[in-house]
T-cell receptor, first 113, second 113 residues
Framework: EAGVAQSPRYKIIEKRQSVAFWCNPI?????LYWYQQILGQGPKLLIQFQNNGVVDDSQLPKDRFSAERLKGVDSTLKIQPAKLEDSAVYLC???????????FGPGTRLTVL | GNSVTQMEGPVTLSEEAFLTINCTYTATGYPSLFWYVQYPGEGLQLLLKATKADDKGSNKGFEATYRKETTSFHLEKGSVQVSDSAVYFCALSENTNAGKSTFGDGTTLTVKP
């Protein structure tokens, strides 16, 4: 069974630039999560989708971050404009709607210079 | 809000030593509890879980018991191996509120031969 796919794996940008991350969840998983993991900390939930609807985005900095999940499958997370403090690993995870066991992708390591 | 507190690391042990990593939580209601593991260069993966009080989760020789009275979910292993070297994350997921998840900051375990 294919796992959660993410791209790119690494990205280096300068502050005030824009960046986008892509995630393809495990087939059949209705729930998709985006996390931000700053070095030395645990993952922090940014946004959670159920199919193509948002169920929690309370910790998403909406002035610069946006996310969408078209057709309830793939998802993109965008940062515009990026700040130095956005340097982190961005993790995507997915789960069945009736389960809270999450399957994680390899993450995208973002460095903002 | 919810929170998860893990014992601070890093933890360094000799092979075959006994391992305990402490985890306590604060949550409304009765969440499910998880331990995730991140091996070097890999993504997070579920190690074990428990969904209600007094449940014991176990996998690969690791165990953790859901203790409601002490709001704890300590991870234990009787005899660690070099291959257990990784970062361990304790997490909770609400059983309502769309399963919102909260992670601890992780504990790095290094096992020396």
């Amino acid at each position: 069974e294919a796992g959660v796919a993410q791209s790119p794996r690494y990205k280096i940008i300068e502050k005030r630039q824009s960046v986008a991350f892509w995630c393809n969840p495990i087939s059949g998983h209705a729930t998709l999560y985006w996390y931000q993991q700053i070095l030395g900390q645990g993952p922090k939930l940014l946004i959670q989708f159920q199919n193509n609807g948002v169920v929690d985005d309370s910790q998403l900095p909406k002035d610069r971050f946006s996310a969408e999940r078209l057709k309830g499958v793939d998802s993109t997370l965008k940062i515009q404009p990026a700040k130095l403090e956005d340097s982190a690993v961005y993790l995507c995870a997915s789960s069945f709607m009736t389960s809270n066991e999450q399957f994680f992708g390899p993450g995208t390591r973002l460095t903002v210079l | 809000g919810n929170s998860v507190t893990q014992m601070e690391g890093p933890v360094t042990l000799s092979e075959e030593a006994f391992l305990t990593i402490n985890c306590t939580y604060t949550a409304t209601g009765y969440p499910s509890l998880f331990w995730y593991v991140q091996y070097p260069g890999e993504g997070l993966q579920l190690l074990l879980k428990a969904t209600k009080a007094d449940d014991k989760g176990s996998n690969k020789g690791f165990e953790a018991t859901y203790r409601k009275e002490t709001t704890s979910f300590h991870l234990e292993k009787g005899s660690v191996q070099v291959s257990d070297s990784a970062v361990y994350f304790c997490a909770l997921s609400e059983n309502t509120n769309a399963g919102k998840s909260t992670f601890g900051d992780g504990t790095t375990l290094t096992v020396k031969p």
